[in-house]
């Protein structure tokens, strides 16, 4: 697995993943030019790419305030990559580079109702800290909840041996 910058070639392999219904269920509304605004240019996004193909995207988002040091964390797969521990192995290499930059605190918030996420960061050490309260618009205009999870350093006995194990 590579985290690498993206490029214009990756709108279109990003678009088919956000458009498989297993993504789209929680990645909602993307378009080739969100994309590009979102991923491409934001210069916040790592496209994840396993044996060469583009696989996903991670989104890191340090806050500048020293008093309140975290990053926010979003990420997707396609589901070709599904339950082989690729989302945790991404996570890991982020954050092992995070914590070499001097992070120590990494919050995500997936939605409520997205069991198999909120599993695999709980493998990884994150906690659930609290309920964001009618936090994701759906596509028929309702909201729905987000859980606020945050994994500190000083949790893990073993610094970051918790990655994969």
Known sequence: MTLRP?????AVPLLAILSEPEVSTWWVGYTIERITTEIIRSGDALVI???????GA???YPNADP??????????????????RYGAEALTIAISHLVSLGQHRFTLD??????PAIRSYERLGFRQVGVLREYQLRPDGS?????????????????LDWRLG
């Open 6 to 10: 993206p490029t214009d070639a990756d």
């Open 110 to 115: 997936p939605n409520v109702n997205n069991a």
């Open 143 to 159: 909201r729905e909840d987000g859980l606020l999870m945050d994994l500190v350093l000083s949790d893990i006995p073993d610094g």
């Open 58 to 60: 991670i989104f890191l």
């Open 49 to 55: 790419e396993i044996e060469g193909r583009c696989s």
């Open 67 to 84: 008093e309140y040091a975290h990053v926010v964390i979003h990420l997707f797969l396609g589901a070709d990559w599904y339950r082989q």
